[in-house]
């Protein structure tokens, strides 16, 4: 096994770079998902001012009594919106509960939208005011930024450069709120143990707390350490489907603190941008030849997100 020196680390690339060479950013954001999977975004244009109004506001809903919080837990739509208490979700294939409780937020969809009928309504807690507010300016914002992201991957991939925005619009993208309560001694479960995301891609803030690690395909375990205001940026599923495995989902977790650091609470705010329920993920064509056959079958990506989502048991 690599020494910690020897082991490679994930990048920093600047989303600023991206107006005054389009291409050279593609090629770096590109190359670091095709390496790692995932790649650290510094420059992202996400206003500090609504990353802390959205943080104080999710901070302040989970500091609230347990049974107050119980309130907003959906039992339906696949735990896809409001509350989803401790000890629900649990990785594919694992037998202990991952340690977080979390909210999610999704699209705000006008009356009479066909897309109403897989896209349930959110729901918001009536004792955090502002709340609705500041989650949806967070939720807009990670969009924009996961567009202009998309933008590059299309470069990369050579597809016309907006080849990704009938593919989002109106996607099932999801605002995950998560806390991971203070720990007692170990037990079976981590925060959040090893799993690839279902998504396109995911645009996470709030991972500059340790814990956060990728499996590199050496099968080391590398730590993922954005510095304060950067997002990390994984590929999801739905991507890798749709590039045949060029572009990598690669399995991550995020591990038990230190015991220093076991009373202390963790916060983050992974977006997870989604492509739009009706959209057929098929291999795309460049993605295919004699040493890459095509691996995966055409499917919608409603479908496969509730393929998904009864695996981690939140459907």
Known sequence: ????????????VSLADEARDPIGFAQALGGSFERFG???VSDHGVPP???????AKAKAFFAL???VKRKYANAGGGGQRGYIPFGIETAKGAKAHDLKEFWHVGRELPAGDPLREVMPDNVWPEEIEGFRKAELALYNALEDAGRRL???????????????????ENGNSVLRLLHY??????????RAGAHEDINTITLLLGAEEAGLELLDRNGDWLPVQPKPGELAINVGDMLQRLTNNVLRSTTHRVLNPAPERRGFAR?????????????????????????RPNL????????????????????
Do not use: W
């Open 1 to 12: 096994m690599a020494t910690t020196l020897d082991k490679p680390t994930v990048p920093t």
């Open 38 to 40: 995932f790649a650290i």
């Open 49 to 55: 001012e609504i990353i802390a109004d959205a943080d």
């Open 65 to 67: 009594p347990d049974e």
């Open 150 to 168: 998309l933008t590059a991957i299309a470069r990369y991939l050579n597809l016309p450069a907006n080849f990704f925005d009938a593919t989002i």
């Open 181 to 190: 309560p203070p720990m007692g001694p170990d037990g079976p479960s981590i």
């Open 267 to 291: 916060y983050s705010m992974p977006f997870f941008l989604h492509f739009r329920p009706d959209y057929l993920i098929e291999t795309l064509p460049q993605c295919v030849g004699p040493d």
């Open 296 to 315: 995966y079958p055409p499917i919608t990506a409603h479908d496969y997100l509730y393929e998904r989502l009864r695996e981690i048991k939140l459907a």
